[in-house]
Each structure stands twice: as C-alpha cells, then as structure tokens.
C-alpha cells in the first residue's frame, strides 16, 4: 500500500513535469492552426519549417552562436584550470568566487548592464556582445566539469613525467590533456547547450533583425503564434537532448556530482 | 598566469558592465548632468513600487515553499524506497530542466490556455464546466515558476538524503520512537543542509525571473523583474531601470548570503 503511494507521488510528479511539453511535441504534429482538438496527423507544420527562411536564419544564428560560445568557452576554462592550481590560497578563493559569479546573478541583470555598457562606450549592438554575453554566463558550466575533473585527477602522474624529464609542454601534451578531454568535450557541449538555449542576453543585445530560434519562439507568443513554433520547440529540445545525452555519457558519475556542488 | 584569459574576459564583460550599471543608476533619465538620487528617491518614495518588490518576493517565497512540499517527499523516496529505479527517475528529473526556458514557458500557455488540452479533459471528466480562466493569473506564473525550479531543490534533498547513515533510523525506531518522531528529531534534521541549498537555488533565481511571470501573467504577473524589463524596452528610462536592476541585485546578494549563513549552523 505504501509502496503504491510513492509510486503514484513519482507518477504524478512526472507528469506534472512532462505532460506539457508532450502536449506541445504532440501539437505540432497536428492539423489544427489553434493547438485545438480533435487529434489530427499532419507533417505540414514541419513541411512548412523547412521553408520558413526566417526561422531557418534563426536556427543557423543560434547554432553559429552556440558553437562559438561553446568552444571558447572551453579554451578560457581549460587555460584557467590549468594556471588555478599555482595560485595562493587567497587568490584562488578570489578567482573562483568571480568565476562562479555569473551563475549566481539573474540573467536579466547581466544582459542589462552589457546593454549599459555598450552604451558607455557609445557602440551599436552587435553579435560581438551577444557573443560576450554568452561566454560570460556559459563559462562557468565548463569550468565546473573541468573542475571536477581536474580534482578527481592524480596529480603524481604530471610529477611523475617531469621527473623523468619530459619538459612541460611535453607532459602537457602527454599527460594531463588526454586526462581532461572527455572533460573539455563535456564542458563545451554544457556551454554549448546554455547557450543555444539562452533567451534573455540574445533579446536584450541582438542587433535589430537579427534573431536566434528563443527569440524567435518569444516573437511568436507576442505576435500570435502558429503550429511551427510546436514544431520548432520539439527540434530544440531534441538538441538539448542530444548535448545532455553526450555530456552525461562523457562525464558519468563526475556530472552527478557537478550537480551536487552547484547546489551550494 | 594561465587563469588570466578568462579572468580578463570575466572583468570586462561581468564585472565592468555591473560596475557602469551601478554609476548609471545614479544618473537622471530626464537629461540633468552629475550624480543624482532621484532614480532611487523615487524607487523607494511610491508604493507602487514597494507593493511590487513585496509581491515579487512574496512570489519568491511561495514558489520555494511549494517546491519544498514537493521535493522533500520525492527526494525521500528516491533516496530510499526506490532501488533500481532510482536513477532513471533522477535522469527524467534533471532532463526538463535543461530544456529551453522559453519552449517550457510555451508549453504551460497552450496547455492552460482557454480551449486547451487541460480544458479540454477538465470538461470532460466534468471537474471543470466552460472555460478553464487560469492563464495570465498569479496561480499560472506560480505554476510554471514551480515547473522551472523545483527539480533542482529535489537534487540537493536527494544528495543529502542518500549520504545518511539508515542505521540512525534503524536506532531511533529501535529505541522506540515513532515514524514522525524519527522523522521530526532524525531524518530531517540530518538532510537540512541539502534543504538550505535547495532553498537557495529556488528562491535566489526566482526573484530574477520575468520571462514566466511576462508570458504567464500578464497583467497579472507584474513583478521586479518585468518592471526593469518595461524601463529598458518600453519606457526608455534606462537610468531608471538600471538603479530598478541594482536594487534586484542587492535583493539577490542580501538573500544568497542570509540563506548561507543559515545553511552554516548546519554545517558539523
């Protein structure tokens, strides 16, 4: 009996997790304009995405933003996890307190005040802030991994080759690198999907005319919406999907306890 | 020396922006030269806008609360009654909230909207007759506030439920007390630390959205957030809504560091 309840408490709370964005999923794969039933099959909203110019720019826009984010995200991140280990004490503190501070402070702040800043130096928007933007609230989530990673490494390896003379760059190359790909490839896939997913920095410093797939679905619930958005939102989340999939198969148990740590 | 790219880029983008923010909101919207506090003067002089820094923390509050109530049982179950099950439901967890914001947002407004799928079973089964009225009000922003946050508040319940020892459990029912007692002087005392973090990663984020109580709300769903959003986009007092955007700021950095200071009396 008892085993029963929990078992509907999970039930129902998967539900409520789920059962909306299903009902998108499933709308966009009906005939109705108006998300109204009854159920009818149709690919036309999907026919119709292929030849929407407009959302095909903001899918291109989002992935180009996505991937660069993503892969500079990773080189800042592996640089300072590298360098982070010869630090003093304080300054580690200092540096990891600034470089976790993005994750702590409302999006909406962060967009606004690189708004201001733009404006300070008397510039027009342009896709270098947003891609600024983007790097700034994205880092943090490859740092994490890489850190994770890092703490989880054994260091003697690295004394271990310079020791028997193999210079730094050698023993970088051979030793510490293949210890932290699978984490680099991780954390860039972890930006990379911050990014492709982030609304509020594209809105508020896109260029005008330019537009990415979230500011496109916002234009849509604005201006009233049509079928592609359903069918829109369910190719993102199959993304999103893909890059959590990749991620969690690449980091496996380091990623459970990431999350563990960015609870505090 | 290596750690200094990221430094450089975290200042100029992060921390510099922060910094103009705070020196334009003390500037005036209206065109007079030098420092001025009106912007802040008038934030803290109208009621309208206290009303609404209690509304959004009021909201806050509820959110985190309801999650709680939510969570904690959840949490507990995975942490231990499910054996084997316990890790594809903690995957079908941490999945949605991965998902894009704005497309969770979306689905809330065409499942709760008037005419849709939720109505559309409320009739049938006959709990609800005509239409549903629940989009763009407080209830529907809460709804999907609650969507958005609570699986993070069930991940760091769960941490903490399934690092304690079962044998204190064991003793306690052993030496007589009863499930609640158990409970009450057991089990949740020793998961408190992941309740403390849990609150934090609901509540600190929820007073910065405005995105969900835009969408959902409407009218309905003014909060601060929304407010700086209007100053910047609608209204074009920038200033204005800079000092707005750094009041927030401070809301979120007095909250963060309340809520760790409590999370520290728990700490051994």
């Known amino acids: 009996m008892k085993k029963a309840l929990s078992r509907i408490y999970v039930l129902l709370i998967l539900l409520y997790l789920y059962v909306p964005i299903l009902v998108l999923m499933l709308m966009g794969f009906n005939q109705s304009r108006y998300n109204s039933m009854p159920f009818k099959f149709s690919l036309q909203w999907y026919q119709a995405l292929i030849k929407d110019t407009k959302l095909i720019m903001a899918a291109r826009n989002s992935f180009l933003l996505a991937i660069v984010t993503g892969i500079i995200c990773v080189i800042l991140a592996t640089f300072f996890i590298l360098g982070h280990r010869f630090l003093s004490d304080k300054v580690k503190g200092l540096f990891d307190s600034v470089s976790m501070m993005p994750m702590s402070i409302p999006w909406l702040i962060m967009g606004l005040s690189l708004l201001l800043l733009i404006r300070a130096v008397n510039l027009d928007k342009s896709m270098f802030f947003v891609g600024a933007g983007h790097v700034v609230i994205s880092l943090p989530y490859s740092l994490l991994v890489l850190k994770a990673r890092m703490a989880s490494m054994d260091q003697s390896l690295e004394e271990m080759s310079a020791s028997l003379g193999a210079t730094p760059f050698t023993t970088f190359r051979r030793v510490t690198l293949p210890a932290i790909a699978p984490a680099m490839v991780a954390g860039g896939f972890l930006s990379f999907m911050i990014s492709f997913d982030n609304f509020p920095i594209s809105y508020f410093l896109m260029p005008n005319g330019v537009s990415t797939l979230p500011i496109e679905i916002q234009s849509s619930i604005k201006f009233g919406f049509t079928p592609e958005i359903n069918a829109v939102s369910t190719v993102i989340i199959g993304i999103s999907l893909i890059c959590l999939t990749v991620t969690g198969i690449i980091m496996g148990s380091s990623l459970k306890s990431m999350m563990g740590k960015g609870g505090k | ?268």
């Open chain 2, 1 to 268: 020396m290596l750690t200094w790219p990221a430094m450089a880029v975290l200042f100029v983008f992060a921390i510099f922006p922060l910094l103009i923010m705070f020196v334009d909101s003390f500037k005036s919207d209206s065109g007079a030269a030098g420092i001025v506090f009106t912007n802040y003067a008038r934030f803290f002089s109208k009621s309208t806008y206290l009303k609404l820094t209690g509304r959004t923390v009021f909201n806050s509050v509820l959110v985190t609360v309801i999650s709680l109530l939510i969570s904690y049982p959840l949490a507990y179950i995975m942490a231990k009654k499910l054996k084997g099950m316990k890790n594809i439901i903690m995957v079908l967890i941490i999945i949605p909230f991965f998902t894009n914001q704005l497309v969770r947002v979306y689905s809330w407004l065409i499942f709760l909207q008037d005419g849709g799928i939720l109505q559309s079973i409320l009739n049938s089964v006959g709990l609800v007759h005509g239409s549903l009225g629940i989009l763009y009000t407080k209830a529907a922003v809460i709804i999907g506030l609650v969507h958005a946050f609570f699986p993070y508040m069930v991940i760091t319940i769960y941490m903490a439920l399934e690092r304690m020892d079962n044998s204190l459990i064991e003793a306690s029912t052993c030496l007589g007390a009863s499930t609640f007692t158990t409970f009450r002087k057991v089990i949740f005392p020793i998961s408190m630390p992941g309740v403390i973090s849990g609150i934090m990663i609901v509540f600190v984020p929820c007073l910065g959205t405005f995105v969900e109580p835009r969408i959902l709300g409407g009218v309905n769903g003014t909060v601060i957030g929304t407010v700086i959003e209007d100053q910047f986009f609608e209204i074009y007092g920038w200033n204005f809504g800079a000092a707005i955007a750094f009041i927030l700021l401070a809301m979120v950095l007095l909250s963060m560091a309340a809520i760790s200071k409590w999370g520290k009396r728990y700490e051994e």
